[in-house]
Every structure is written in C-alpha cells, then in structure tokens.
DNA sequence: CGGCTGCTGCCAGAATCTGACAGTGGCCGC
DNA sequence: GCGGCCACTGTCAGATTCTGGCAGCAGCCG
C-alpha cells in the first residue's frame, strides 16, 4: 500500500473513532509503527486536515470529509461554482457562510491563472428570492443531522396556530420558502412544515427513535410521483 | 520537492502548453528524466487526470480543473452538495449534467459510509421553476468561455423584434428567467436579454476584440448598487 | 510520584523512486 | 520502404525516501 493510500485510510479510521482514540491503536490497526503513525498525523495536519493530539487522551478529527485529488472538467466546475454561489445567497446564513467558504477553500489551493477564472466566472445568480425566516434554519440542519427531536408554534394555511414536536429528516429549498419536512409526534404521520410559519424553535436533546435515512425512505415512498434518485 | 508536488506541477505546466508537448520537453522543465517523466503521467492518469499522449504530437491535458486533496467540514460539503442539487435541476441540460457528473465524481472517491451519508443528505431543491428555454444555453456558456461573437433575433418586452449581434461575457440565474449580459454591437452598449426571449441564436466563431474579464468589470461599474464580490 | 500519552531527534535497514539503456510500435515526411 | 520522431515498457544499479526502534522531553491525571 502506499503512502497516499494509507493516509486517506488513516483518516476513515479516525472518522469511525467518535471518542479520542489513542496513536497506538491507530497505529496497530493500520499496521504501522507509532513512529510513523506520528509521522502520517503530522503529515496529514499539514494537508489541510483537521486533527486534534492531546496527550494522555489521543486523536479527533473534527468533523468533515477529506477528498482525494480530483479531477473537474470546465463544466463541472463551473456547475460547483454556480451552485455554491446560489447557497450562498439563501437565507440560512450558517449554511451560505459554508459555501462561500467552501469556495474559498477551493480557491485558497488553485493556481493563480486559475483562481482569477474562478472569480472572473461568469455565472451568475440573482438576489435571493423570498423574505428571510424569522427562525435559524441552522439549528434545523442540526437537529436533522444528529437525530433530535423538535418543537415549535405552526401556523397553518388558515390561521390556526398548534404546538408541535416533530423528528425533522430532511430539509426543502423551493422558490420561495424552505420547508422542514418531518414525523409530526402530535398528528403521528409526516408532514410539511413551511419555515416562515414556524416560531418558538425549541431545538431538544433528545434523540428520536428512528434512523433519518429509514423515515427519508418512508416518506419518500409515501409521495405519488416516482422518484429517480437522492435530491429530486 | 516532493512527488506529489511534482506532480501537481506537471498539471500546471501542462495546462499552460495549449499545443501538445513531448515528453521530453516537459521532462527538461521539470528537472527530470524521460523516464521518470512517463512514470509521473501514469500516475496522475491512475488518479483520474485526462491526460493523452500520441506517439508523434505529444501529450495534451483535456481542458479541467485538478483539485489536490482538500479537507471540508460537514457544513461546507452539505453546501456543495446542495447548490449542485440545484444546479441539477436547471434547464440549462449541459450544465445540469454536469452538476450531476461532478456529485457523481466526488461521490466515487468516497468511502462507503460517507457516500451514503451524501446520498442521505437531507438537503432537497424544489423541482426547477421556470419554463424551459428555446435555445441552447450550452452554446451560450461555450461562447462566453471562448469570448465568441453571438448573433440571436431578439422579442423585447414590448414584443418588438430587432437583430442582434453581441459580445456575450456573463449568465444570469434568476428565480424564473436566464439572462445572457453583454456589449450589443447594434447598440452599443451593455444589454441584458432574457434566454427566453431570444431565438434563432447563432453562435459563431468570431472571437471579440475585448477580455471578457475586462467587460465584466465595466459592466460592474455602470450599476448602481455596489457590488461585494464575484457572483453577487 | 508513576502511568499514560503526544511529540521530536537520531540512525540503520527496508522500501521506493530515479535515471540510463535497450527495445517495440505508431505516425509522418521523404 | 526508409528514417526520424515520439509514446511506451522492461530491467537494473544507485540515489532517495520511508520506516521502525530507541531515547528523551512535556503535559495530563490519579
């Protein structure tokens, strides 16, 4: 096995270690001395990746994903561009700050010729469409990611408001309106909820009882329209 | 220098020859021998690079970006992964193919559980808004690449017709309708056309005495609002 | 204090990379 | 066909890099 190929190992068996793992387990599960293990960490940090050693606990990576060298055609990269430009001009802020910063991360390693097309690109996106939520889309995301259950005050098409805890899953972005798609506890089935008409998020702790990629596919099997792949 | 950054070096040099070169005229501009040369050229076409050789020419780097490794946190991949989403959904069919190749790129290096992770993601764009535009937006993207000259009939909002023959340099996306900017030839002046208004485009092969850089920053200046930066 | 851990310098042996040479086959102009 | 140019492959000794073991320092915790 190579170097490179080793190193991009060593990063999944980090991601698989939640708690701080210690450079002599990484070590013998990669069957390499602690010696180079070190070595691999250091040259890792210096990539780029986030790693974090403290003696007497171990290593974590912080959250994230690590790609390869990867090749893009024009058009590929031009779409990427576009489409993190559009990200950026949505209003949930903690999520348009990924983007742009994604971009910069981008652009932070091109060469020169290379970055000034980038900013010389020439696809453009309009100002964002709609009026801006009054609630953090990024405590949806959150809640989404790690599983956990929500509550919040909705006001209905006709004016009715109604309190409700709902296992969020997965999240809309239309024209106009974002939309949390979830289990509704308080009705027991799924529903949409439109982000504008929420008020009163209570992000919670606690830990719903299903897997999120399980109720994706529930849902999704529930809608009439045949569904191709992950994104329709 | 290390190997990998040799080898990064070697895209470089190679995307700055537009001509085809021969092995050993790279070689002598990197320091190296032929040999070592050839090595090098199978090893980034292992890891994906579309580099191709002719016994005779050369070798020629098809026209793409390479990305050495690079580490994003859950926050900016999501962004990426959605913004492409929403390119995907685009009417413009090149580029939204495009959009899809690029997920499907970054989705192939991917160990398998993050690739499920990606595929999981809980991000979802609407299906695309607006009517589907008469011409091609792939030749209007490939005239602004190459700062071609593009002739199109053109209905404005007051349903008059008029011939026009324009120096395109920028796409617009907005909510319903994409707008091709340029300096019109008949007018003189920047114009803004609406994709859908346009029709019998004719894309030639007549390259505009000016850098489509320099027309963007131009056209920049004459708006009103001040401008942040690239893509707003 | 002792135990555990991260981290660095050093050095000999292992593994890899490199350069040179030889050879094959394709393409082109003469 | 012939010769020149070039991409490409195999082989092998020498240069280069990587690796593992050892020693040592520093921080954290019971």
Redesign the pocket.
Known sequence: ???SE?LLDLIQILRRHRR?????TL?SEM????????????TLQGQGASI????????VLKPGFMLPPLMFTDEEIEAIVLGSRWVAKQPDSRLSAAATDALAKIAAVLPDDLREELDASTLLVGPAAGAVEGIDLGLVRQAIRNERKLGFLYRDAGGAASERVVWPFALGFFDKVRVVVAWCETRQDFRHFRADRISGLNATDIRYPRRRQALLREWRATLDVPRRGPGD
């Open positions: 096995m190579s170097r080793r701080p793992v210690s450079g002599r070590a069957g390499v001395s602690i010696r180079t293990l070190y070595r691999d960490i250091a974090e050693g403290e003696a007497g606990l171990g290593y």
